[in-house]
């Protein structure tokens, strides 16, 4: 019996090991051929046929600039700025602290060493989805334990218009961020019900915060619902685990979020546009769109997230506890988002719109669409398999559609892209333009367009997120790189990038220069006229000002004093940082010692 019993243990060995060097492998091979193909057309689209490039989407200009400061700003030994000192007209908007950027680290990198073109944003597209379908994979592994449906569930999910959407026609660098992190979170928080384990959850709602506030707003509201609902599944242990996550999660991204609480509560802002709260829509047109497969509209649930939800009323009964919770969550997500609720539609009385509410956060009711896109992907991919997959050939058969379906998107792009209108990118007409061109489209095919649209001033009357409301009747002048003084007067100001400006005084002497840098009531600077210290001011409008400039050329540095609440928000990140890896390394050292004890057992 000894015998039998270590030579089955020898060969359950033989099949793990197997299942660890050999799947695993073939799989993460498969995913790099995966990633490539997701771009391949696009990419060999614009090398052949120089005349297809890039539709400039609704947010390119702002997300990429976003990107192009952070690089620029490492490239200058500045690997935490929270000014825009080399974007958005480089006038010191707070963007960058309350705009999330952490996980755009490995893309403003990559632009650090590989020139930003055309070609190399379809690359790193491409790179992108490689990493979406890896955390896929082994975040839904996680909690299912069977390969093939983590596997199905990874093409399905990453290969879905909705992430094409986020890529090429909105162009928000961080929503796709947050669609790629989202299952850490979600399969995260399964596996603390299932296994009191928060580990997962915790770096997933972490890399979900640095990728996408408003995201993790809903997932988080979404996880309290779904927790209340659970609460039979909840013990001791797990609610533990629950709020220790919760402390360690507040701990790590305090780095973000203490600064920037600092900020709004001692400054007037403007605020990010709510755009009326426009976009809900019926069941019908949600089903029959989804099942068009359109990019154009993906901000509606895909085609294979329509055809998940009809199979989860069938095969209702035959569901387990947490496919079913998927699909409640889902259900009432996507409820949500529908005309049900009063958003803010034409006919609807003003007073009871959620325009009024702190929900105009969302911009979009079909926000809410992201974790049922995700869910229902994971119902389907868990019925392929389990229920319907006769012969083992049908889901390879799906496999295949959801990647002919994903080169179909690639083809929607590129005409959408065509469609769009092909402007001359000239500084006088892009500036002025810009509002018409950001709500419609426009068509980048050539790499000195895209060096503008990543360089070019940024309107305040336009993108006006976070700047000082007593800034706003200056906007003029800081959109265009202008300084002011005797009310009309101006020097033009440019930016050297990374707090360095120069001009030109043309008077003999001119007294209290308004400089197109705005300030903040908790952040001071410091100011060096051609290498040496000079006083400065706050002005009435928020803006910088230099009490007195003789005639001449001069070379102005600007240096941030940061109160001390950033400097104690990065010792609490690191402390959070520390506390987790310390506690992976102490769950990995307890799981050690119990294999090795079993081991002994069964010698």
């Known amino acids: 019996m000894r015998y039998i019993h270590g030579h089955g243990y020898a060969h359950m060995r033989e099949i793990i090991l197997h299942k660890r060097y050999i799947l695993n492998p073939l799989i993460i091979v498969s995913?790099?051929?995966?990633?490539?193909?997701?771009?391949?057309?696009?990419?060999?689209?614009?090398?052949?046929?120089s005349g297809n490039g890039i539709d400039g989407g609704y947010d390119m200009m702002f997300h990429f600039q976003r990107i192009m400061d952070l690089t620029k700003a490492i490239k200058g030994q500045n690997f935490f700025p929270s000014l825009t000192f080399n974007s958005m007209s480089c006038n010191a908007n707070a963007m960058m602290q309350l705009y999330p950027y952490f996980t755009l680290y490995p893309i403003a990198m990559f632009f650090l060493y590989?020139?930003?073109t055309i070609s190399s944003i379809y690359l790193v597209f491409m790179i992108l989805m490689f990493v979406a379908l890896l955390v896929s994979y082994f975040s839904s592994l996680s909690i299912t334990k069977n390969r093939l449906i983590s596997y199905t569930f990874s093409i399905l999910y990453c290969l879905s218009?909705?992430?094409?959407?986020?890529?090429?026609?909105?162009?928000?660098?961080?929503?796709?961020?947050?669609?790629?992190?989202?299952?850490?979170?979600?399969?995260?928080y399964v596996n603390l019900l299932k296994n009191d384990s928060w580990i997962q959850l915790t770096i997933g709602m972490i890399l979900l915060t640095f990728s996408h506030v408003l995201t993790t707003l809903i997932l988080t509201v979404t996880l309290i619902i779904w927790t209340l609902c659970s609460y039979k599944q909840m013990n001791i242990h797990k609610w533990i685990n629950l709020f220790k996550s919760g402390f360690f999660i507040l701990l790590t991204t305090a780095i973000w979020w203490l600064p920037s609480?600092?900020?709004?509560?001692?400054?007037?802002?403007e605020y990010p546009n709510s755009f009326g709260l426009t976009g809900a829509t019926d069941i019908v047109h949600l089903v029959t769109i989804g099942l068009h497969n359109s990019v154009d509209m993906a901000d509606i649930i895909s085609f294979f997230a329509v055809i998940g939800l009809l199979l989860l009323i069938i095969f209702w009964k035959r569901l387990d506890r947490y496919v079913k919770q998927f699909a409640i969550v889902s259900i009432i997500s996507l409820g949500l988002t529908t005309n049900i609720l009063p958003w803010g539609e034409p006919g609807v009385a003003s007073w009871i719109v959620l325009t009024k509410t702190p929900l105009s956060i969302l911009q979009f009711p079909w926000r809410l669409d992201m974790i049922p896109e995700l869910c229902l992907s994971y119902i389907l991919a868990f019925i392929l398999v389990r229920f319907i997959n006769f012969h083992k050939l049908l889901v390879p058969s799906i496999i295949i559609i959801a990647i002919i379906f994903q080169i179909s998107n690639q083809l929607q792009v590129i005409h959408e892209a065509r469609a769009s209108k092909v402007i001359p990118i000239r500084s006088s007409v892009f500036y002025h333009d810009r509002l018409r061109y950001t709500k419609t489209r426009y068509y980048i095919n050539k790499n000195k367009q895209l060096k503008y649209v990543?360089?070019?001033?940024?309107?305040?009357?336009?993108?006006?997120?976070?700047?000082?409301?007593?800034?706003?009747?200056?906007n003029l002048f800081t959109s265009n790189g202008f300084g002011s003084y005797k009310g009309t007067k101006i020097v033009k100001i440019e930016s050297l990038d990374n707090g360095l400006y120069k001009?030109?005084?043309?008077?003999?002497i001119i007294y209290g220069l308004n400089l197109p840098i705005v300030e903040y009531n908790t952040l001071k600077y410091k100011t060096y006229l051609d290498g040496k210290p000079i006083k400065n001011f706050m002005g009435q409008d928020h803006l910088l000002v230099i009490p007195a400039l003789m005639h001449g050329f001069h070379h102005l540095y600007v240096k941030v004093i940061y109160?001390?609440?950033?400097?104690?928000?990065?010792?609490?990140?690191?402390?959070?940082?520390?506390?987790?890896i310390s506690n992976i390394l102490m769950i990995k050292f307890k799981l050690c010692i119990i294999k090795f004890r079993n081991r002994k057992k069964r010698r």
């Open 114 to 116: 590989m020139k930003p």
């Open 31 to 49: 995913f790099i051929l995966i990633a490539f193909i997701s771009g391949s057309y696009l990419f060999y689209s614009h090398i052949i046929f």
């Open 161 to 188: 218009s909705m992430m094409m959407f986020y890529a090429f026609e909105a162009v928000d660098i961080g929503a796709l961020m947050a669609m790629i992190f989202l299952p850490i979170s979600i399969f995260g």
């Open 454 to 474: 990543l360089n070019s001033p940024t309107s305040v009357s336009t993108i006006y997120d976070y700047y000082p409301v007593a800034a706003m009747p200056m």
């Open 503 to 508: 001009f030109k005084i043309n008077p003999k």
């Open 261 to 269: 609480l600092d900020l709004i509560l001692k400054n007037q802002l």
């Open 563 to 580: 109160p001390h609440v950033f400097y104690v928000s990065r010792i609490v990140t690191l402390l959070g940082v520390v506390s987790i």
